[in-house]
């Protein structure tokens, strides 16, 4: 069964803007990943914290994750026309990472 | 470079055919593969965890007679779709962990479409 609700499920914004999408679970976790696709093409790890983690950065990505709420955000500074693709949080289960429950994804258009 | 190749990209078949999608780790063995499905503007679904030299364990709901996985190698993971129907048309994905189980490299995915 599917773990994550990303919201929102779609988001349209201009170059140059802040993304945010965030993403909400319901059982324990060991850490939370994000992932990007590009229309119908595969998976991109961007970024995992960790359960005892608050907030990572990498580049333009920022996420937090509120274990108490739950819920995780990710936010996409400055934005380009080529970040445009679904985004997915996915929650890594038991001790490993790469077993991956999905969040239903959020959809990012970045208009030049 | 791609840590792991997923091939066709894109099949179409006739209802009642089976087809068969390769999954390969091109820069580390794997004893465990995992496949996933996506239907279109929805998520990943896991259907199943391919274990190297034993039988894939296999999600609630997903037919194991139906979706047939085969890790014959350290590298290499098969998902036979067999006597497809076009309710079986799909994004399918795998994903290969590394060696510490740190990560997840994901296929680039195959499109099925079943006619």
């Known amino acids: 069964s599917q773990q994550g609700e990303e919201d929102p499920q779609a988001l349209s914004i201009q170059e140059g803007e802040n993304a945010t999408m965030n993403c909400s679970y319901k059982t324990s976790i060991n850490n939370l990943q994000w992932y990007r696709q590009n229309s119908g093409r595969g998976l991109v790890h961007l970024i995992l914290i960790r359960s005892n983690e608050r907030e990572k950065h990498s580049g333009r990505l920022r996420v937090t994750l509120d274990t108490s709420k739950k819920s995780s955000s990710l936010l996409i500074t400055a934005s380009r026309a080529a970040d445009t693709a679904s985004y997915f949080c996915?929650?890594?289960?038991?001790?490993?990472?790469?077993?991956?429950?999905f969040g239903k994804g959020t959809m990012l258009l970045v208009s030049p | 470079g791609a840590v792991v190749s997923q091939h066709p990209s894109r099949v179409i078949c006739k209802s009642g055919t089976s087809v068969k999608i390769e999954c390969r780790s091109l820069d580390f063995q794997a004893t465990t593969m995992f496949w996933y499905r996506q239907f279109p503007k929805q998520s990943l679904m896991l259907m199943a965890t391919s274990n190297e030299g034993s039988k894939a364990t296999y999600e609630q709901g997903v037919e194991k007679d139906k979706f047939l996985i085969n890790h014959a190698s350290l590298t290499l993971s098969t998902l036979t779709v067999t006597s497809a129907h076009p309710e079986d048309s799909s994004f399918y994905i795998c994903?290969?962990?590394?060696?510490?189980?740190?990560?997840?490299?994901f296929g680039q995915g195959t499109r099925l479409t079943v006619v």
């Open positions: 994903s290969v962990p590394n060696r510490r189980d740190t990560e997840a490299f």
């Open positions: 996915a929650t890594g289960m038991n001790s490993g990472y790469s077993t991956l429950t």
